[in-house]
């Protein structure tokens, strides 16, 4: 078993930074693939970025290319999800996810494991 608490969300002016942080705890070898999505209100749920246990594979939505960047620290049983240059259309609630390592890291269906969510909301 493995659960995922998320935290860092909150209000910010487009142009904007946040830092959205995954504590994990439970079993490593559940947390092979880590990965952020994100569900805007009426739509559906969206991959962001994920990475591979040791951080040498991410990957990521062509929407957030150079303006996300997903990282790990294993030691401290963390996910990050830094995100400059927010746009009003970043706008959701995003939500950390995890699972043993699969090949298709863009697919909800890829993960074991989701977190609550927190709400990033971007003011134009």
């Known amino acids: 078993q493995v659960q995922l608490v998320e935290s860092g969300g909150g209000l910010v002016q487009a142009g904007a930074s946040l830092r959205l942080s995954c504590a994990a705890s439970g079993r490593t070898t559940s947390r092979g693939l880590m990965g952020w999505f994100r569900q805007a209100p009426g739509k559906d749920r969206e991959f962001v970025a994920a990475?591979?246990?040791?951080?040498?594979?991410?990957f990521y939505a062509d929407s957030v290319k150079e303006r996300f960047t997903i990282s790990r620290n294993n030691a401290k049983n963390t996910v990050y999800l830094q995100m400059n240059s927010l746009k009003p259309e970043d706008t959701a609630v995003y939500y950390c996810?995890?699972?043993?390592?699969?090949?298709?890291?863009?697919?909800?269906?890829?993960?074991?494991?989701w977190g609550q969510g927190t709400q990033v909301t971007v003011s134009s």
């Open positions: 996810a995890g699972g043993p390592w699969r090949e298709n890291g863009r697919l909800p269906t890829s993960y074991d494991y």
């Open positions: 990475i591979s246990w040791s951080g040498g594979s991410t």
